[in-house]
């Protein structure tokens, strides 16, 4: 589908019996807060972005700091293992898919063939110029001429170009969605590996109004934001609200899909959240203790005469 100047792809699935299409979402893990943006407008004043680009935001890292949960969930750090070389895989079978896709226009893919071009040819000119100086004793200019004269001769098989130019696609992407950060952690600066996931802010929805004391359905941009649940020690959920943040460290659990991108500058795959998230653990809320400062205090008296002499008369 066309949004803006981005061609987007995303993969969905026949529901069985039925031809609605469904999205793919995959249940991450519960991963740690590094940073997020949880405001009603997003990133639209940070970034300038109009109301229909804004989106909120969340940078994720492996992790937990929660000793109770590293206890009742040992195999929390496999499953976040696993689920990154997941997005990462799903992010190289995306790129295969649209690159093998007449279907999916995407100016890359021309830019990675002429690229294959090259390569293949540098190599075999390599390895054209290497027998040459072992089989001759000619000067460097005449060997690069002769070279030039051979590879006339060499025919790159179109599977050989496909595989290099499959290559090159998969080397030049972007993923938006994973990435190298490096971040502060209690005055440690560390390197990881972190997910970056997003949500618009705002969405096209079907809605009712009443028009005229009719009621009458129409496609209007309304607000989308998360909606963050909590359970209960009896097992049960409650809606919890958040302000423009939510604290680093906080162990939340999302759905996510991967999508295929490709924009006029860059092409890839990138990273969004469904509405509903969980939070698995946060940490408590401290109440601040009064401090207790010292007061001027005085003792009432009695008002004391002036010390000054009174004046005269005669001064």
């Given at each position: 589908?066309?949004?803006?100047?981005?061609?987007?792809?995303?993969?969905?699935?026949?529901?069985?019996?039925?031809?609605?299409?469904?999205?793919?979402?995959?249940?991450?893990?519960?991963?740690?807060?590094?940073?997020?943006d949880?405001?009603?407008?997003?990133?639209?004043?940070?970034?300038?972005?109009?109301?229909?680009?804004?989106?909120?935001?969340?940078?994720?890292?492996?992790?937990?700091?929660?000793?109770?949960?590293t206890?009742?969930?040992p195999?929390?750090?496999?499953?976040q293992?696993?689920?990154?070389?997941?997005l990462?895989?799903?992010?190289?079978?995306?790129?295969?898919?649209?690159?093998?896709?007449?279907?999916?226009?995407?100016?890359?893919?021309?830019?990675?063939?002429?690229?294959?071009?090259?390569?293949?040819k540098?190599?075999?000119?390599?390895?054209?110029?290497?027998?040459?100086?072992?089989?001759?004793?000619?000067s460097?200019?005449?060997?690069?001429?002769?070279?030039?004269?051979?590879?006339?001769?060499?025919?790159?098989?179109?599977?050989?170009?496909?595989?290099?130019?499959?290559?090159?696609?998969?080397?030049?992407?972007?993923?938006?969605?994973?990435?190298?950060?490096?971040?502060?952690?209690?005055?440690?600066?560390?390197?990881?590996?972190?997910?970056k996931?997003?949500?618009?802010?705002?969405?096209?929805?079907?809605?009712?109004?009443?028009?005229?004391?009719?009621?009458?359905?129409?496609?209007?941009?309304?607000?989308?934001?998360?909606?963050?649940?909590?359970?209960?020690?009896?097992?049960?959920?409650?809606?919890?609200?958040?302000?423009?943040?939510?604290?680093?460290?906080?162990?939340?659990?999302?759905?996510?899909?991967?999508?295929?991108?490709?924009?006029?500058?860059?092409?890839?795959?990138?990273?969004?959240?469904?509405k509903?998230?969980?939070?698995?653990?946060e940490?408590?809320?401290?109440?601040?203790?009064?401090?207790s400062?010292?007061?001027?205090?005085?003792?009432?008296?009695?008002?004391?005469?002036?010390?000054?002499?009174?004046?005269?008369?005669?001064?």
């Amino acid at each position: 589908m066309k949004r803006g100047d981005d061609e987007i792809c995303q993969p969905r699935i026949l529901a069985a019996g039925t031809e609605r299409e469904l999205q793919i979402f995959l249940r991450l893990p519960a991963l740690s807060v590094l940073y997020s943006d949880t405001g009603p407008n997003g990133d639209a004043e940070k970034f300038n972005k109009s109301p229909e680009q804004a989106v909120n935001s969340f940078t994720l890292t492996k992790g937990c700091k929660f000793s109770k949960v590293t206890a009742a969930m040992p195999a929390l750090a496999n499953e976040q293992d696993e689920a990154f070389d997941s997005l990462e895989q799903m992010h190289k079978n995306l790129l295969i898919a649209a690159f093998k896709n007449a279907e999916v226009k995407c100016s890359g893919k021309a830019k990675a063939k002429a690229k294959a071009l090259k390569i293949l040819k540098k190599s075999s000119m390599d390895e054209i110029v290497a027998k040459l100086r072992k089989k001759e004793k000619s000067s460097e200019s005449d060997i690069q001429k002769k070279a030039k004269e051979a590879y006339k001769k060499v025919k790159h098989s179109q599977e050989e170009i496909e595989a290099t130019a499959l290559h090159v696609y998969l080397e030049d992407s972007h993923d938006a969605g994973m990435k190298e950060l490096t971040y502060t952690d209690n005055g440690e600066e560390k390197t990881d590996m972190v997910l970056k996931i997003k949500r618009k802010c705002r969405g096209m929805r079907t809605v009712e109004e009443t028009i005229d004391g009719e009621v009458v359905k129409k496609r209007k941009l309304v607000p989308t934001p998360p909606v963050f649940h909590k359970g209960t020690p009896t097992g049960e959920y409650y809606e919890k609200k958040v302000g423009d943040y939510v604290p680093r460290g906080t162990l939340l659990q999302f759905r996510v899909r991967r999508s295929f991108f490709s924009s006029p500058m860059m092409y890839g795959s990138n990273l969004t959240f469904d509405k509903d998230v969980t939070i698995l653990c946060e940490n408590k809320k401290r109440s601040r203790k009064a401090v207790s400062k010292p007061a001027v205090f005085f003792e009432d008296q009695d008002d004391e005469p002036d010390m000054k002499r009174s004046r005269t008369d005669s001064e």
